[in-house]
């Protein structure tokens, strides 16, 4: 248990825990109005961030963000709070962009590899280059044997290369309804021509409910 603090008590954390928290609050407000976090939470993710945060406000009053944490998961409201937070950063059209972006470039080399395997021609320079000797064995080997060749799925591989090539403000939009697909929609599937919902429809497969966003959560 944290000293000074009790269980269930009606008075909510010690003034000092309430102190940290609105500055972890208002450190969090004015990321949000600022870009310069931007690239790394597109790099490895906001927890880093948070977790800085954390620091920079815990250490002048000699706590841990640990401790922290552990005030803030025994309040739900306290919780709730920081969540909002995170999740206004997570949306953050800056960041968005950037991480879309990435996952373009990502994809781009996906595609290139898979369209080598799927047709044995070979991919682009700065993909080949990318790889290294092993890599490059493998997936020579797997061109040439032909085993992996797949013609209902070469086509829609090259369709998204294409997308790519000529306007990729394309790639990574629903051709049916126009919504952006989701992010880990395209991290499994690069050639996704749809969204999953308009995918079903697309299938004849009955529709369910909307695909569930991921709560950001931390703690």
């Known amino acids: 248990m944290i000293p000074g603090m009790t269980i269930g008590s009606p008075e909510g954390p010690p003034p000092q825990w ?3 928290h609105r500055t972890v609050l208002s450190t969090l407000d ?3 109005s600022s870009t310069g976090w931007i690239p790394t939470a597109a790099t490895v993710g906001i927890e880093p961030i948070f977790e800085r945060v954390l620091q920079q406000v815990c250490g002048p009053h000699g706590l841990t963000p640990a401790a922290y944490i552990d005030v803030i998961t025994k309040d739900s409201g306290m919780r709730r709070e920081v969540q909002k937070r995170l999740a206004r950063l997570m949306e953050h059209p800056g960041l968005v962009s950037m ?3 990435a996952q373009r470039r990502e994809a781009e080399h996906q595609l290139h590899v898979l369209h080598y395997v799927l047709s044995g021609r070979q991919p682009p320079d700065w993909v080949w280059t990318s790889l290294d000797e092993e890599q490059q064995n493998q997936l020579r080997d797997a061109a040439e044997s032909g085993d992996e060749r797949d013609p ?10 294409q997308k790519l090539a000529t306007d990729a403000s394309k790639y990574g939009q629903c051709e049916d309804c126009g919504d952006p697909i989701i992010l880990e929609r395209l991290q499994i599937v690069p050639w996704a021509e749809c969204c999953a919902a308009c995918q079903r429809k697309r299938e004849g497969v009955p529709d369910v409910q909307p695909e569930p966003q991921v709560v950001v959560t931390y703690f």
């Open 18 to 20: 309430q102190e940290v």
């Open 30 to 32: 004015a990321l949000a």
């Open 99 to 101: 991480r879309r972006e």
């Open 152 to 161: 209902v799925l070469l086509p829609r591989v090259q369709r998204a290369l």
